[in-house]
């Protein structure tokens, strides 16, 4: 039954006596009803809408629909600080809302990136309301799943939103001069500086922005323990629907937390993933049209969710496979029991050392006995010029894009596949081994893997990357790149590109060894970096020696 809707704006006071507001949507009928809360940062009124339908449409179907302005945001009291108040704010928040004329008294939690966080701090405080979450799209461990990749900062992410956050303080305090001049930082990110990963509008403007402390933060440690949910959530049970994207920043975040949840948990943990960017959740990421079949179906299934677990109504849900991930290349869902099933098979880098002067030269090869050939490829990075970041999971925009244009440069290497005799279904976890040093202290190494179609164009389907530090420059270097669930047609080939820079998703690293807040632009160096088919033991290389991807092959 569809019920009509009615809104009222309503406040609650926390702990600490801070005034936290939302817009709550009603079923107009009698009765009492669950309850649906989702707090976020943005301004209540845009209710994550570029990725959910519209809270009207939830409260239609007969929830109470609670849209909370976090402290220190919309018209909440207090001062914002990421994610420092969530926990107590949280646990305050979910009972509040139990008890608000109508309710049943249960709770559920909805949201995506910054509001999927707001779920899992409050479930963290245990609020006896709280049945059951929905977190999309979030870091499990915020240092590995948000801030940094593998050593490397985040730098266009972590700029972009710092700068959004400040403009939006700088609209709340009514300053239009820093908010016009924060907005158009933001729109048009610049990495000139003295130091380029930091910002002179965001230092002079926003001082206490989180991403300063980020930024002077480059190693894990109690800074990110503190903050991080993966710290709070240890002893903590609830049935969770897991929403991730190919080519969204967070996904390892939102695998992390699933595989964790899963591994433990009595509840069940359903986990669906599409091939999806950040946002929007739709069809088109980046240059590909996924079909229809890709269009966004979370809205449905959340509200199956919810009406089993917060009305007792029984859809078939438990009856399902927990697992549902979009296959690329046949346009299709795919229906899984486990996650990770796939026993991952290699494919070697061979060439006769051009593998970065001719896009044709380098091979991957699945049968390491045949032609693999002792050599090595060596590419040069120069900063002047670093080999610019383009679609992926990192960048902005994201998703799949033609990049033969980029494997042609000299300073990527690329290895490709023959054509494929028979199709190939790839889904689950891709990990690089490979062996190679470069000339400085430290370097980056990014690895991009693409489907090459007949006809020569070339799209990547998931990447990785990794900053290389002295301490750990041990051979051979094992880089595990974005998961993914791909068919690759009869026909088409594989390519792994290898490069030393995706500028400005990461900084241009210096060669020099210092953390990016500590690299001066005038430190960026040229560096070699040397790729090794095998060890430097050519003569006796095994299977277990030589540099391979490794796919997730169903």
């Known amino acids: 039954?569809?019920?009509?809707?009615?809104?009222?704006?309503?406040?609650?006071?926390?702990?600490?006596?801070?005034?936290?507001?939302?817009?709550?949507?009603?079923?107009?009928?009698?009765?009492?009803?669950?309850?649906?809360?989702?707090?976020?940062?943005?301004?209540?009124?845009?209710?994550?809408?570029?990725?959910?339908?519209?809270?009207?449409?939830?409260?239609a179907q007969g929830y109470i629909v609670v849209i909370q302005d976090v402290r220190g945001r919309g018209t909440s009291e207090g001062e914002f600080k990421l994610f420092a108040h969530e926990i107590e704010d949280g646990y305050d928040s979910v009972q509040w809302a139990a008890n608000l004329t109508g309710s049943t008294g249960a709770v559920g939690m909805y949201g995506f990136s910054y509001q999927g966080m707001t779920q899992l701090y409050a479930a963290a405080a245990k609020p006896p309301a709280l049945r059951t979450l929905c977190p999309a799209m979030l870091a499990h461990d915020l240092y590995c799943d948000w801030a940094y990749e593998n050593g490397a900062f985040c730098l266009q992410s972590n700029m972009g939103w710092a700068l959004q956050l400040a403009a939006e303080t700088a609209r709340l305090k009514g300053d239009e001069t820093a908010f016009y001049t924060l907005t158009t930082a933001a729109k048009n990110l610049t990495f000139g500086e003295t130091v380029p990963a930091r910002s002179r509008?965001?230092?002079?403007?926003?001082?206490?922005?989180?991403?300063?402390?980020?930024?002077?933060?480059?190693?894990?440690?109690?800074?990110?323990?503190?903050?991080?949910?993966?710290?709070?959530?240890?002893?903590?049970?609830?049935?969770?629907?897991?929403?991730?994207?190919?080519?969204?920043?967070?996904?390892?975040?939102?695998?992390?937390?699933?595989?964790?949840?899963?591994?433990?948990?009595?509840?069940?943990?359903?986990?669906?993933?599409?091939?999806?960017?950040?946002?929007?959740?739709?069809?088109?990421?980046?240059?590909?049209?996924?079909?229809?079949?890709?269009?966004?179906?979370?809205?449905?299934?959340?509200?199956?969710?919810?009406?089993?677990?917060?009305?007792?109504?029984?859809?078939?849900?438990?009856?399902?496979?927990?697992?549902?991930?979009?296959?690329?290349?046949?346009?299709?869902?795919?229906?899984?029991?486990?996650?990770?099933?796939?026993?991952?098979?290699?494919?070697?880098?061979?060439?006769?050392?051009?593998?970065?002067?001719?896009?044709?030269?380098?091979?991957?090869?699945?049968?390491?006995?045949?032609?693999?050939?002792?050599?090595?490829?060596?590419?040069?990075?120069?900063?002047?010029?670093?080999?610019?970041?383009?679609?992926?999971?990192?960048?902005?925009?994201?998703?799949?894009?033609?990049?033969?244009?980029?494997?042609?440069?000299?300073?990527?290497?690329?290895?490709?596949?023959?054509?494929?005799?028979?199709?190939?279904?790839?889904?689950?976890?891709?990990?690089?081994?490979?062996?190679?040093?470069?000339?400085?202290?430290?370097?980056?190494?990014?690895?991009?893997?693409?489907?090459?179609?007949?006809?020569?164009?070339?799209?990547?389907?998931?990447?990785?990357?990794?900053q290389v530090q002295p301490a750990q420059k041990t051979e051979p270097l094992t880089l595990a790149l974005q998961p993914t669930c791909i068919c690759i047609q009869r026909g088409y080939a594989i390519r792994l590109s290898l490069s030393a820079a995706c500028f400005p998703a990461y900084p241009v690293n210096a060669g020099t060894g210092k953390p990016a807040d500590k690299t001066r632009l005038i430190d960026q160096k040229i560096i070699t970096l040397t790729v090794m088919s095998g060890d430097s033991d050519g003569a006796s290389q095994t299977e277990n020696h030589l540099s391979c991807i490794w796919l997730p092959i169903t």
């Open 201 to 466: 509008v965001l230092s002079e403007l926003d001082s206490t922005s989180f991403y300063h402390d980020w930024l002077a933060q480059p190693d894990p440690g109690d800074y990110w323990e503190t903050l991080s949910p993966k710290t709070y959530l240890k002893d903590v049970d609830l049935p969770m629907l897991h929403i991730g994207g190919w080519f969204d920043t967070f996904l390892r975040g939102t695998l992390s937390l699933y595989k964790e949840m899963a591994s433990r948990s009595q509840y069940r943990q359903q986990l669906i993933v599409g091939a999806w960017a950040h946002l929007p959740w739709s069809r088109q990421v980046g240059a590909i049209n996924f079909g229809v079949e890709a269009n966004n179906p979370c809205d449905r299934l959340q509200l199956h969710w919810f009406d089993h677990f917060l009305k007792g109504n029984d859809p078939g849900l438990l009856n399902e496979p927990p697992i549902q991930l979009f296959e690329m290349g046949t346009n299709q869902w795919r229906s899984l029991d486990s996650w990770n099933f796939a026993e991952p098979t290699a494919f070697y880098l061979s060439s006769t050392g051009l593998a970065g002067m001719n896009d044709q030269d380098g091979q991957l090869i699945q049968n390491p006995k045949s032609k693999i050939q002792n050599s090595f490829d060596t590419l040069v990075h120069d900063p002047w010029r670093p080999v610019p970041a383009q679609g992926g999971h990192a960048a902005f925009p994201s998703g799949s894009f033609e990049r033969s244009a980029l494997d042609c440069r000299t300073d990527v290497l690329t290895y490709t596949s023959e054509p494929l005799m028979e199709a190939l279904h790839l889904a689950g976890e891709v990990i690089l081994t490979v062996y190679c040093f470069a000339d400085a202290p430290s370097f980056d190494l990014g690895a991009v893997l693409s489907t090459v179609h007949p006809n020569g164009a070339v799209y990547n389907f998931t990447q990785g990357y990794m």
């Open 1 to 59: 039954m569809v019920f009509p809707v009615s809104k009222e704006t309503v406040s609650m006071w926390t702990r600490d006596r801070v005034r936290l507001d939302a817009d709550v949507y009603r079923p107009v009928m009698n009765g009492e009803f669950p309850v649906l809360l989702m707090r976020q940062p943005y301004g209540r009124a845009i209710a994550s809408t570029v990725v959910y339908a519209h809270p009207s449409w939830y409260a």
